[in-house]
């Protein structure tokens, strides 16, 4: 069953202006899938193929004879001197758009390399995994909080519709985090490396300290912060940035951690089943996950920059998420109850109170919760989470 994505129209769109559509993200979070169905015409090379992969690397002007233009290359960031040619082809022919669809994993070795030298010349499109709204447009049942934490949103999970969803997201980080980071930099040890992607699954949703993290290891802030770069290049986790409206100390500037996917982080953190994840204290900072890349998604989805961000000061106020619209602030909390109250509001209201002149006049924010109902509370919207992504449009 093939799922469609809500970057479909903006790729369609743009491949007629462009020469080249770049398409990065995680692994198996259906960028492949995605360009066979909009370009089915287009012939398909697979550089991760050892064969194909040679072939391109000893023989570049015999490749791109073989295949011509009209082609996606898959996994491009194996041989990044086909992008040089790529330039040099685009550059013959710069009336004709839509000669090349590119894919890559690893931001590191693909958009940032596939943005210096096809710059002018490439539209980058971000592929993250499902977002609720996608799975809603597909028929698919969106589940209850704690099953849908389990099950995550990477597309194969739908697609073959497996019941050993813990097993998958194990495989998937043995398959491809792990594998992809020791082909971008040498781990000197695994185990430890392993033991980091642990303790990052345990800070979701707090602030990134490096320092505790390196101490906890036993390793270097430095090697910490490289592992951490590496991850947030791979797509696998996101750092949230904080808002501060001046170099004020007393505003924290360090960002948070999130998972990509939560299908991911509940599998490090070892949670199995939804009786498990109930009962987890971090369950709470695992759907503040959730929510934060539904925000997320529907931003990238749209083609658009996140604007998204959070707020904490030494004083102990703190809203979970702040979407910057029009330049101005609406202020988002999010709560993993199924129930809402008025003390909920809370910190909006001291927030409201100590930035006015920074909020939007006629968006006042409100709160994302795991409940079903939207309503309208004190001036503030409740949404629930499977309608969470529809407010960052």
């Given at each position: 069953m093939y799922i469609h994505r809500a970057l479909e129209p903006h790729i369609v769109e743009l491949v007629q202006e462009y020469p080249v559509i770049t398409l990065v993200g995680p692994r198996q979070s259906g960028k492949t899938t995605m360009a066979k169905h909009l370009f089915p015409s287009y012939t398909y090379v697979n550089l991760e193929d050892p064969q194909t992969r040679l072939f391109a690397s000893e023989d570049l002007n015999g490749f791109f004879h073989q295949y011509g233009t009209h082609l996606i290359i898959d996994e491009v960031q194996h041989v990044p001197e086909?992008?040089?040619?790529?330039?040099?082809?685009?550059?013959?022919?710069?009336?004709?758009?839509?000669?090349?669809?590119?894919?890559?994993?690893?931001?590191?070795?693909?958009?940032?390399?596939?943005?210096?030298?096809?710059?002018?010349?490439?539209?980058i499109f971000t592929v993250l995994p499902l977002s609720l709204a996608e799975l809603r447009e597909a028929g698919e049942p969106i589940l209850d909080r704690d099953s849908q934490l389990l099950r995550g949103f990477m597309p194969r999970v739908y697609q073959t519709q497996t019941s050993r969803v813990f097993d998958y997201y194990a495989g998937y980080v043995a398959t491809y985090v792990q594998r992809d980071i020791k082909m971008v930099t040498a781990i000197q040890d695994e185990l430890v490396f392993q033991k980091f992607l642990v303790l990052l699954s345990g800070r979701v949703g707090s602030l990134l300290n490096y320092t505790s993290l390196a101490n906890d290891l036993g390793v270097s802030r430095q090697t910490v912060e490289r592992w951490t770069s590496l991850l947030t290049s791979s797509h696998i986790i996101h750092l949230l940035p904080p808002w501060f409206p001046s170099r004020t100390s007393s505003i924290v500037k360090t960002p948070k951690v999130y998972f990509h996917d939560t299908g991911v982080a509940s599998m490090l953190l070892g949670i199995e089943s939804k009786d498990q994840m109930m009962r987890d204290p971090l369950r709470g900072s695992l759907f503040e996950n959730l929510i934060v890349m539904e925000a997320l998604k529907q931003r990238v989805n749209m083609?658009?920059?996140?604007?998204?961000?959070?707020?904490?000061?030494?004083?102990?106020?703190?809203?979970?998420?702040?979407?910057?619209?029009?330049?101005?602030?609406i202020p988002y909390e999010i709560k993993s109850s199924e129930q809402f109250h008025k003390d909920q509001?809370?910190?909006?209201?001291k927030f409201r109170k100590a930035y006015p002149s920074h909020l939007h006049e006629t968006e006042q924010g409100g709160l994302m919760y795991a409940g079903h109902d939207s309503c309208t509370f004190s001036g503030y919207r409740v949404t629930p989470f499977e309608l969470a992504g529809d407010l960052f449009g």
């Open positions: 086909v992008l040089s040619k790529i330039q040099v082809l685009v550059d013959e022919h710069a009336q004709e758009s839509g000669q090349f669809i590119l894919t890559g994993s690893q931001e590191m070795q693909s958009g940032g390399i596939v943005a210096q030298s096809l710059a002018g010349r490439t539209a083609h658009r920059p996140p604007n998204l961000y959070f707020f904490r000061n030494s004083s102990g106020l703190e809203v979970d998420l702040l979407y910057q619209k029009q330049r101005m602030l509001f809370a910190s909006l209201e």
